[in-house]
C-alpha cells in the first residue's frame, strides 16, 4: 500500500522560501512521475513540477521555472520541492503525488495516489 506524506508549508512573506518534503511508502515504481501538485480555494487543481523516477527528467510549469527545483532521494524515498522567490500567488495547498501507470507528469488525472497536502501561504 503506497501513503505519502507532506512536511514543509506554512506561512512566508513575498520573497522567501519553504522546502517541501513527500514521504513515500510502498511505492516502488521506476518508470513513472511523481510530482507536486496545488490548489487554490475555487480553482482547480494545477501541476506545479514533476520528476520521472527513471529517467529524472523534470518538467515545471510556466508560472514556477526558475524559482523552484524538484528533486528526489531515492535512497530514503522522499521527494522534495525548494520554493524560492515566493510570491502570494504561489498560496495554495500542496499535494505529493505518484503515478501507477505513467501519462503527462504534470496532469493531475494521470495520478493514482496522493498525500493529504501541506498549506503555503505567502503573504505580500
Known amino acids: 500500500q503506497v501513503h505519502l506524506v507532506e512536511s514543509g508549508g506554512g506561512s512566508v512573506q513575498a520573497g522567501g522560501s519553504l522546502r517541501l518534503s513527500c514521504a513515500a511508502s510502498?511505492?516502488?515504481?521506476?518508470?513513472?512521475?511523481m510530482g507536486w501538485f496545488r490548489q487554490a480555494p475555487g480553482q482547480e487543481r494545477e501541476g506545479v513540477a514533476a520528476?520521472?523516477?527513471?529517467?529524472?527528467?523534470?518538467y515545471y510549469a510556466d508560472s514556477v521555472k526558475g524559482r523552484f527545483t524538484i528533486s528526489r532521494d531515492n535512497a530514503k524515498n522522499t521527494l522534495f520541492l525548494q520554493m524560492n522567490s515566493l510570491k502570494p500567488e504561489d498560496t495554495a495547498m500542496y499535494y505529493c503525488?505518484?503515478?501507477?501507470?505513467?501519462?503527462?507528469?504534470?496532469?493531475?488525472?494521470?495520478?493514482?495516489?496522493w498525500g493529504q497536502g501541506t498549506q503555503v501561504t505567502v503573504s505580500s
Open positions: 520528476i520521472h523516477t527513471g529517467a529524472g527528467d523534470v
Open positions: 510502498g511505492y516502488t515504481y521506476r518508470s513513472y512521475c
Open positions: 503525488a505518484a503515478q501507477r501507470w505513467g501519462g503527462y507528469c504534470l496532469g493531475p488525472s494521470e495520478y493514482h495516489y
